[in-house]
């Protein structure tokens, strides 16, 4: 595995051009559509990632990987999620469980026995595309060996193993102050782009473009949430809990107990969107309270009959669970939100594998037109895998990505 050079952070201060808040604030006083500030990845990079060489994908407001089996979906998606673990300041070791398996299959050892992977992304925020670039060597055992950060031309922070003795890395940032780059031993086990709020003090230009550059790269990065639904869990009554859903919706009746009585508007959409996915009509959906203290919800057919869930087929239930995911958002997900940074500036990204798996032709249609109005707003956006969308290509909105094995 090669190992990235020295750090060589750019000593140079940043180009003169108006920051993406001021050019927001230019365009609403012309007249103009305001520029977007909303901290969102707009491309993920696999460079040396399982079976992913040299890939670069661009993510919209709703992105959906396509290809057979084995052609890389999951794991595009696993190496999504990983950088987002990463930027919540995760260790390595929570971040990637078996990293070795995420090294490429033919990829050959060197000198002293090291392999590893490259993955990267892009985030778009007040302070226009910042890059995000990490090496990881998983044999003979994990570590951070590389990271660069990049924005406007200037590296802003560059670390390197100068001493495979030692647990840290080497890190340089960007300061264009009395000295012009600082250097600081880095732990090599967690993302140095999440440390630098705690080790650089803002006092210059310098070093508030690298804080202002690694805010919207964290930021974007933390607003994610991997779902999964599971019906063979979402059957069963749950105990009353926080409300908060999570990735497998196991919860789902407790979270439907705290939506309907919190917000009408939201829940009048979601029993709309049930009554054109599932079979049978639908009236209302509730949640009702049992003795033993647990909770079921039920949907209520407007005759006075109610089905509780466990009497619903697997794609109902998925088609249900993602469409609360859509509709709520981040205040009812069980997601690590930046809760210093304002709503108006972050961007939930839902990672949704197998977004069609037991769905009928109308449910996939219909749940990816609702990912596609919720990414209309910009507060949500949607990232799913798939076998097969050609049932995706010719809705408006939607950034379909082919795969091959």
Known sequence: MAVPSAPSASAQPPAADASAATLAAQGRAHGRESVDVRCRITELRLSAF???????????????????????????????????????????????????????ERARPDAEGRRGFRIGCTADGAEGPVRLDVAV????????VGERLTARGVVLLETALRDPGRRTVQAAWHTAGSAPVTRAPLPDDRLGTA????????????????????????????????????????RRPVPSGSGRLLPGCDNLADVLWRTRAECGR???????ALHAGCAGPVTDLVA?????????????????????????GDGELRYLALTLVLLTGPGVLDVDTPGEVPDALRTLTVLADGFD????????????????????????????AVQDASWATGIPGTTVVHLNP
């Open 137 to 144: 060597q998983a044999e003979p055992y994990p570590r951070i």
């Open 288 to 312: 009702e309270p049992m003795a033993d203290g647990t909770v079921r919800a039920l949907l209520d057919r407007g005759d006075g009959f109610r089905t509780a869930l466990a009497r619903l």
């Open 50 to 104: 399982a079976g992913h060489r040299r890939a670069g994908f661009p993510l919209g407001p709703v992105t959906v990987f396509a290809g057979p089996s084995g052609s890389g979906k999951t794991t595009a998606l696993a190496a999504y999620e990983a950088l987002a673990r990463l930027g919540g300041g995760a260790p390595l070791a929570e971040a990637f469980p078996d990293p070795v398996s995420c090294v490429p």
């Open 266 to 272: 939201r829940h009048g959409q979601l029993v709309g």
């Open 195 to 234: 440390l630098l709020p705690l080790r650089v003090a803002g006092k210059t230009d310098g070093q508030r473009h690298v804080l202002a550059a690694a805010e919207q790269m964290v930021v974007a990065l933390r607003s994610v949430f991997p779902c999964d639904p599971r019906p063979e869990r979402m």
């Open 357 to 384: 798996r037991g769905l009928d032709p109308r449910q996939r249609r219909e749940l990816l037109r609702l990912a596609v109005r919720m990414g209309e707003r910009g507060h949500i956006r949607c990232v799913a």
